[in-house]
């Protein structure tokens, strides 16, 4: 069975300064590994993937992820926070026929 | 490329009555899923097909609720009756390849249930 955990329900950042969402996952198998972003009232839309090549993942909006099998994280970032990335962050696991969603993290912006 | 399209995008009705939610996944995707979403529970994995067959139905809340795929291009999910605490966005989302691509979304169904 896999799982997959966003260490924090909600983050709080001022515009410009760098942004960290933290997601540590457990499977038996070489995951797939994914961000998704949700603006308020909207779908989810995926930021970026990891599905077994280059470990640090470039995304969408300056996002990026890395990979780190040795402490079985894929946390997000962002150097620069912009007032549009307020939002709901999900971290996904998948391998195999299953796929999981972390509870989410709720990132704030502040000017 | 459309996306995944779903419908209605608001649905009000009162307790008691039927209620359809539907949606036409991307072409060529064979695997499609059903997700639930309230503040209190956050997204909840309601039921996915592959290749058209239920796979995994163990997210249903209960019997009022069933889904159906009868082909490849469309999907149905069912409240019957339905309930106030069934008031949620319910996200349908496609995959070309379970376990290794990414699901495209929908833009929800909100439901009200007065």
């Known amino acids: 069975a896999q799982s997959v955990t966003q260490l924090d329900s909600h983050v709080s950042v001022s515009e410009g300064t760098p942004v960290l969402l933290r997601c540590n996952y457990s499977s038996s198998y070489s995951p797939s590994l994914f961000w998704y972003v949700q603006h308020p009232n909207k779908g989810l839309q995926l930021l970026l993937k990891?599905?077994?090549?280059?470990?640090l993942v470039k995304g969408i909006n300056g996002f990026e992820a890395e990979f780190k099998k040795s402490e079985t994280s894929f946390h997000l970032t962002k150097p620069s926070a912009h007032m549009s990335d307020a939002a709901e962050y999900f971290c996904v696991v998948s391998d195999n026929n299953d796929m999981r969603f972390g509870a989410g993290t709720r990132l704030t912006v502040k000017p | 490329d459309a996306g995944v399209i779903q419908s209605p995008r608001h649905e009000v009705t009162e307790m008691g009555q039927e209620v359809t939610l539907r949606c036409k996944p991307i072409s060529g995707h064979n695997s499609l899923f059903w997700y639930r979403q309230t503040m209190m529970r956050g997204l909840e994995l309601l039921i996915y097909f592959n290749n058209n067959v239920p796979i995994d139905d163990s997210g249903m809340p209960e019997d009022r609720f069933s889904a159906k795929m009868p082909n490849a291009s469309f999907s149905t999910l069912k409240i019957q009756p339905s309930e106030p605490r069934d008031s949620a966005v319910y996200f349908c989302a496609s995959t070309v390849l379970l376990g290794y691509s990414p699901l495209h979304f929908g833009n929800g169904t909100r439901l009200t249930v007065t």
């Open positions: 990891y599905t077994s090549a280059a470990t």
